[in-house]
């Protein structure tokens, strides 16, 4: 049987998604990590010129005047033209555009309306929040999914066991229906509330107690529906002729599905996981307002009703930064494990 | 988060999605909870609201009232029905998230078909544009046209759906791509149909199957996120009030009134899960192999002695083997041979006959579902009908397979490999399995073996990777190597030089081989002795000499052996 996923692989992840069919040799000479190092720099340099370009617009594209806009509904006419002179929006486009960029190059992002400070003050005293939770939930989605689908993707291949197929199949269609912020909601009602045991938000002095139920929340449904492509990848991986071969050199159960089968299963199920990743970073936003969690994602809510656009377009653009990073991750961790996407 | 169709692995085969009709739905469970389920909800929360119109809206003096007969999730603050309130709300989260949908599908569906036709150029620029975008959070691109627009149900719809375009035309345009490739559609082009009526008339109809699971995966996450929005209030304000909405009313009393939040939470669930399961159960109608997967479950196969063993002096006794499905059907019929110490023995039979299981069936390798049974069936000291160590299997049997593109693994190296069984049964070190697999590549004239070595299977030639599959099983010195067919999947020179590795075997006779094809020729000139199979059973046994010399009795036999082409005695068996 032929590796059928990649067609998959490729219906849904586009271009990113690396070509699984053999390729003859590379090409001798030059190292393939140059080309595979440029190409996918070059990829994120183009999502953050894109983003850099995108959040210039948002003041842009806000209708009517957005300084008015801005100043809020009670701002007088004086009040008005202090709003439009501190967003620059009296000088010709390009150059608001060349000033913003120029900004970003001195790491300045402009003045918080509503903090009185400048946004790339407030923007990174919050990044860490976010960036330690979404890598702490992408650990965790990672470690309990893979080993997961595997297990249930080895209980029931070929049909065995229906029954843990299909109380495998609906709980995860189950918890991956529901929204972060429903489970964060519950997690709260159940977990401290009733039983007491974690603390419903943010509290400096325990840091660590209060990082568990926003990474639950926040796993879940990311855990469900990779756990769900690891156990359909698992049964692909297990049909394959290489795995006749290693039952034919009587290679132990273990070895045969952590040697043989595993970096197999992880190429198509990294590839297709990437955009499942990115989404956390989404849905971080409501499970940070639910346990007050001072990170980007709060702090763009905040900042979308106060209409504080300079703090807006700061946060957008290190959350779009963030979402590229961590695809870049991916696709290194791809190709460290699948030279042929290197190639 | 459009989990449904990642998880939607395999497309169907151009030749599936062809004898198929589009509209040929496969109807299955999850499909079915998922459309009853969505139409209940939709119906409850379009009716019930209209029947009890005040019940949602009315402030009565009843508040706080826990659950009860005439207020079925009790009353909240104000006195309101609060599941009065939960239907309203899924009403109007329903509308919303239908219209975010409609946008998603039509522009990008729009977007991604219209690609296909635009100049190299132009279409290149715009598929790498789409790939940046979707490289964002689409929550994320939906907060910042929210922040644009201002908060408001017909913002929010247009903030989802628009963040959704991307995507949405990302699959559109792969879609379209696989089908613009196709016989008729080319086909089309060239008889010069106009574009509008290709897209409508070619493309989108042979799109529908994966469209849909996308469409009801692009619905799930709709809700989730217009939802999402309204609950953090950048989307529906009061007095308005969508499912997030009413949740995040709930929020600030569920250390008081936790059931506030059940209604919301329950309709948001119960909507999102249906849309999933829809798109579930679609994808699995069109995926094939997920049916497979549901199927009865196959039992490991088993191996089951008939009769007493009988000792002899043979390596490889089999008497009477039989391999059959679990429906009883045999599919190798009471087979018998022997194969001596340093003999070659041929099995020759075409496809079907059965000579693959035997082997498979000999080897304890046997697909799940099939069972051998046999009076005998040993090798060396050992009965293959009973559980046997691995170390001994390892060290006493090696396998040569037909295809070598794919019997090594593409994600690991060559060295690691074909060093297995040296390392883990013969007990030897990493250095020196490597330095025994060295010398053996050598012999069997790989030329330059320390790199093959550190190669991946992707990057040899098929000729290589058979070579070194034929060293593999040497290295390890078994007693019987069986060859299955190993140069079928081969090139006709490349077929020549394996034959001569083969032909060496045979002259250092250090081990049995025994040598499956369906080539009469070649295993004519390789083996010493040949047993021709049809249809499960043994036809006839005959030296090699006999075959050459025609003295066979079975009229089967002698059709293969005239249905061998040949130029002159020479060329026999070469080629």
Same mark, same amino acid.
């Given at each position: 049987?032929?590796?059928?996923?990649?067609?998959?692989?490729?219906?849904?992840?586009?271009?990113?998604?690396?070509?699984?069919?053999? @390729?003859?040799?590379?090409?001798?000479?030059r190292s393939?990590?140059?080309?595979?190092?440029?190409?996918?720099?070059?990829?994120?340099a183009?999502?953050?010129?894109?983003?850099?370009?995108?959040?210039?617009?948002?003041?842009?594209?806000?209708?009517?005047d957005?300084?008015?806009?801005?100043?809020?509904?009670?701002?007088?006419a004086?009040?008005i033209e202090?709003?439009?002179?501190?967003?620059?929006l009296?000088d010709? $486009?390009?150059?608001?555009?060349?000033?913003?960029?120029?900004?970003?190059?001195?790491?300045?992002?402009?003045?918080?309306?509503?903090?009185?400070?400048?946004?790339?003050?407030?923007?990174?005293?919050?990044?860490?929040?976010?960036?330690?939770?979404?890598?702490?939930? $992408?650990?965790?989605?990672?470690v309990?999914?893979?080993?997961?689908?595997?297990?249930?993707?080895?209980?029931t291949?070929n049909?065995?066991?229906?029954?843990?197929?299909?109380?495998?199949?609906?709980?995860?269609a189950?918890?991956?229906?529901?929204?972060?912020?429903?489970?964060?909601?519950?997690?709260?009602?159940?977990?401290?509330?009733?039983?007491r045991?974690l603390?419903?938000?943010?509290?400096?002095?325990?840091?660590?107690?209060a990082?568990?139920?926003?990474?639950?929340? $926040?796993s879940?449904?990311?855990?469900?529906?990779?756990?769900?492509?690891?156990?359909?990848?698992?049964?692909?991986?297990?049909?394959?002729?290489?795995?006749r071969?290693?039952?034919?050199?009587?290679?132990?159960?273990?070895?045969?599905?952590?040697?043989?089968?595993?970096?197999?299963?992880?190429t @198509?199920?990294?590839?297709?996981?990437?955009?499942?990743?990115?989404?956390?970073?989404?849905?971080?936003?409501?499970v940070?307002?639910?346990?007050?969690?001072?990170?980007?994602?709060?702090?763009?809510?905040?900042?979308?009703?106060?209409?504080?656009?300079?703090?807006?377009?700061?946060?957008?653009?290190? $959350?779009?930064?963030?979402?590229?990073l961590? @695809?870049?991750?991916?696709?290194?961790?791809?190709?460290?494990?699948?030279?042929?996407?290197?190639? | #988060?459009?989990?449904?169709?990642?998880?939607?692995?395999?497309?169907?085969?151009?030749?599936?999605?062809?004898?198929?009709?589009?509209?040929?739905?496969?109807?299955?469970?999850?499909?079915?909870?998922?459309?009853?389920?969505?139409? !209940?909800?939709?119906?409850?929360?379009?009716?019930?609201?209209?029947?009890?119109?005040?019940?949602?809206?009315?402030?009565? *003096?009843d508040?706080?009232?826990?659950?009860?007969?005439?207020?079925?999730?009790?009353?909240?603050?104000?006195?309101?029905?609060?599941?009065?309130?939960?239907?309203?709300?899924t009403?109007?989260?329903? +509308?919303?998230?239908?219209? !975010?949908?409609?946008i998603?599908?039509?522009?990008?569906?729009?977007?991604?078909?219209?690609?296909?036709?635009?100049?190299?150029?132009?279409?290149?620029?715009?598929?790498r544009?789409i790939?940046?975008?979707?490289?964002?959070?689409s929550?994320?691109?939906?907060?910042? =046209?929210?922040?644009v627009?201002?908060?408001?149900p017909?913002?929010?719809?247009?903030?989802i759906g628009?963040s959704?375009?991307?995507s949405?035309?990302?699959?559109?345009?792969?879609?379209?791509?696989?089908?613009?490739?196709?016989?008729? +559609?080319?086909?089309?082009?060239?008889?010069?149909?106009?574009?509008?009526? #290709?897209?409508?008339?070619?493309?989108?109809?042979?799109?529908?199957?994966?469209l849909?699971?996308?469409?009801?995966?692009?619905?799930?996450?709709?809700?989730?996120?217009?939802?999402?929005?309204s609950?953090?209030?950048?989307?529906?304000?009061?007095?308005?009030?969508?499912?997030?909405?009413?949740?995040?009313?709930?929020?600030?009393? /569920?250390?008081?009134?936790?059931?506030? =939040?059940?209604?919301?939470?329950?309709?948001?669930?119960?909507?999102?899960?249906?849309?999933?399961?829809?798109?579930?159960?679609?994808?699995?109608?069109?995926?094939?192999?997920?049916?497979s997967?549901?199927?009865a479950?196959?039992?490991?196969?088993?191996?089951?002695?008939?009769?007493? =063993?009988?000792?002899?002096?043979?390596?490889?006794?089999?008497?009477?083997l039989?391999?059959? *499905?679990?429906?009883?059907?045999?599919?190798? *019929?009471?087979?018998?041979?022997?194969?001596?110490?340093?003999?070659?023995?041929?099995v020759?039979?075409?496809s079907?006959?059965?000579?693959?299981?035997?082997?498979?069936?000999? !080897?304890?390798?046997?697909?799940?579902?099939?069972s051998?049974a046999?009076?005998?069936?040993?090798?060396?000291?050992?009965?293959?009908?009973? !559980?046997?160590?691995?170390?001994?299997?390892?060290?006493?049997l090696?396998? /040569?397979?037909?295809?070598?593109?794919?019997?090594?693994?593409?994600?690991?190296r060559?060295?690691?490999?074909?060093?297995?069984?040296?390392?883990?049964?013969?007990g030897?070190?990493?250095?020196?399995?490597?330095?025994l697999?060295?010398?053996?590549?050598?012999?069997?004239? /790989?030329?330059?073996?320390?790199?093959?070595?550190d190669?991946?299977?992707?990057?040899?030639?098929?000729?290589?990777?058979?070579?070194?599959?034929?060293?593999?099983?040497? +290295?390890?010195?078994p007693?019987?190597?069986?060859?299955?067919?190993?140069?079928?999947?081969?090139?006709v020179?490349?077929?020549?030089e394996?034959?001569r590795?083969?032909?060496?075997?045979r002259?250092?006779?250090?081990?049995s081989?025994?040598?499956?094809?369906?080539?009469?020729? +070649?295993?004519?000139?390789?083996?010493?002795?040949?047993?021709?199979?049809k249809?499960?059973?043994?036809?006839?046994?005959v030296?090699?000499?006999?075959?050459?010399?025609?003295?066979?009795?079975?009229?089967?036999?002698? #059709?293969?052996?005239?249905?061998?082409?040949?130029?002159?005695?020479?060329?026999?068996?070469?080629?």
């Amino acid at each position: 049987m032929n590796r059928r996923a990649a067609n998959g692989a490729d219906v849904t992840t586009g271009a990113s998604a690396p070509p699984l069919q053999k @390729t003859t040799s590379s090409s001798p000479g030059r190292s393939p990590w140059i080309s595979y190092a440029l190409k996918r720099g070059g990829g994120v340099a183009a999502t953050f010129v894109v983003a850099v370009i995108m959040t210039f617009l948002i003041v842009q594209l806000i209708p009517g005047d957005p300084a008015v806009s801005a100043a809020g509904q009670n701002a007088n006419a004086e009040r008005i033209e202090q709003v439009r002179q501190e967003l620059g929006l009296a000088d010709p $486009l390009w150059t608001q555009f060349a000033n913003y960029v120029g900004g970003l190059f001195r790491g300045d992002l402009g003045t918080s309306f509503s903090l009185n400070a400048p946004v790339s003050q407030a923007v990174f005293s919050r990044l860490p929040f976010t960036a330690g939770l979404a890598f702490l939930s $992408l650990i965790v989605v990672l470690v309990v999914a893979v080993p997961l689908g595997m297990m249930v993707g080895i209980f029931t291949r070929n049909g065995r066991r229906p029954w843990l197929g299909s109380i495998f199949g609906y709980s995860t269609a189950f918890f991956s229906a529901v929204p972060a912020y429903v489970l964060a909601t519950v997690l709260v009602l159940v977990f401290s509330v009733w039983l007491r045991v974690l603390p419903p938000a943010y509290s400096p002095g325990n840091l660590a107690a209060a990082l568990v139920l926003p990474c639950v929340a $926040l796993s879940i449904a990311s855990i469900c529906a990779i756990a769900r492509i690891v156990r359909r990848e698992t049964a692909v991986v297990l049909e394959q002729d290489y795995m006749r071969t290693a039952r034919g050199w009587r290679v132990s159960p273990l070895r045969m599905y952590m040697k043989y089968a595993l970096p197999n299963l992880l190429t @198509t199920t990294l590839t297709l996981s990437g955009i499942i990743l990115i989404g956390m970073l989404g849905g971080a936003i409501s499970v940070e307002l639910v346990f007050n969690w001072p990170g980007l994602g709060f702090g763009i809510v905040k900042a979308v009703s106060m209409k504080d656009y300079p703090l807006i377009q700061g946060i957008v653009l290190v $959350l779009a930064m963030l979402g590229a990073l961590l @695809t870049l991750l991916v696709d290194v961790i791809l190709a460290i494990i699948d030279p042929r996407i290197r190639a | #988060m459009t989990k449904t169709v990642l998880e939607k692995t395999s497309e169907p085969t151009v030749e599936q999605r062809e004898t198929q009709a589009p509209s040929n739905l496969r109807w299955n469970p999850g499909l079915v909870v998922g459309i009853v389920l969505f139409t !209940a909800v939709a119906v409850v929360s379009w009716t019930v609201p209209l029947i009890n119109v005040d019940a949602a809206s009315q402030l009565s *003096k009843d508040t706080n009232l826990p659950p009860s007969g005439s207020h079925w999730l009790g009353t909240d603050l104000f006195g309101r029905d609060m599941l009065a309130r939960a239907l309203v709300a899924t009403k109007l989260s329903l +509308v919303m998230t239908l219209g !975010a949908t409609a946008i998603s599908v039509i522009f990008g569906v729009l977007i991604g078909t219209t690609i296909r036709f635009a100049p190299t150029r132009l279409r290149e620029f715009s598929l790498r544009a789409i790939e940046i975008a979707v490289s964002y959070p689409s929550l994320l691109v939906a907060v910042v =046209i929210a922040a644009v627009l201002g908060a408001g149900p017909w913002q929010l719809v247009l903030a989802i759906g628009l963040s959704g375009i991307p995507s949405m035309a990302r699959l559109a345009s792969t879609l379209a791509a696989t089908v613009y490739e196709r016989d008729y +559609v080319t086909t089309a082009r060239l008889v010069g149909v106009p574009k509008r009526s #290709m897209i409508w008339r070619h493309l989108l109809p042979n799109m529908a199957e994966p469209l849909l699971v996308q469409i009801a995966s692009v619905f799930a996450f709709g809700l989730i996120a217009i939802s999402a929005l309204s609950f953090v209030g950048l989307g529906v304000q009061t007095p308005d009030y969508d499912l997030g909405r009413l949740l995040a009313d709930g929020l600030p009393a /569920i250390y008081t009134r936790p059931l506030e =939040i059940a209604g919301s939470t329950v309709m948001i669930v119960l909507v999102s899960l249906s849309a999933m399961l829809i798109g579930d159960g679609l994808a699995a109608g069109a995926d094939p192999r997920l049916q497979s997967l549901s199927r009865a479950a196959a039992k490991k196969p088993a191996y089951a002695p008939v009769a007493g =063993i009988d000792e002899s002096s043979s390596l490889v006794s089999v008497c009477n083997l039989t391999v059959s *499905k679990q429906s009883g059907e045999q599919l190798v *019929k009471g087979i018998s041979f022997e194969v001596r110490r340093n003999e070659i023995l041929g099995v020759v039979g075409e496809s079907g006959s059965g000579k693959s299981l035997t082997a498979m069936a000999l !080897a304890q390798l046997l697909p799940e579902g099939l069972s051998a049974a046999a009076d005998e069936l040993r090798i060396a000291d050992h009965s293959m009908l009973g !559980a046997v160590p691995n170390r001994t299997l390892a060290t006493t049997l090696a396998l /040569i397979y037909q295809d070598p593109g794919t019997t090594f693994n593409p994600a690991l190296r060559m060295g690691s490999q074909l060093t297995e069984v040296l390392r883990v049964h013969r007990g030897f070190s990493a250095t020196k399995a490597r330095q025994l697999i060295l010398a053996m590549l050598e012999r069997v004239r /790989i030329t330059d073996p320390q790199r093959l070595l550190d190669s991946r299977p992707h990057e040899l030639s098929g000729g290589m990777r058979q070579r070194a599959m034929i060293a593999s099983a040497l +290295v390890v010195n078994p007693a019987l190597i069986i060859a299955d067919e190993p140069t079928t999947a081969l090139d006709v020179t490349v077929q020549a030089e394996i034959l001569r590795e083969f032909k060496r075997i045979r002259l250092e006779r250090t081990t049995s081989l025994l040598f499956i094809s369906h080539d009469i020729g +070649v295993v004519e000139a390789l083996c010493d002795r040949v047993i021709i199979m049809k249809d499960g059973e043994l036809v006839e046994e005959v030296t090699a000499d006999q075959l050459r010399k025609k003295h066979v009795k079975h009229p089967y036999t002698r #059709m293969l052996l005239d249905a061998v082409p040949r130029l002159d005695e020479r060329e026999r068996g070469e080629k």
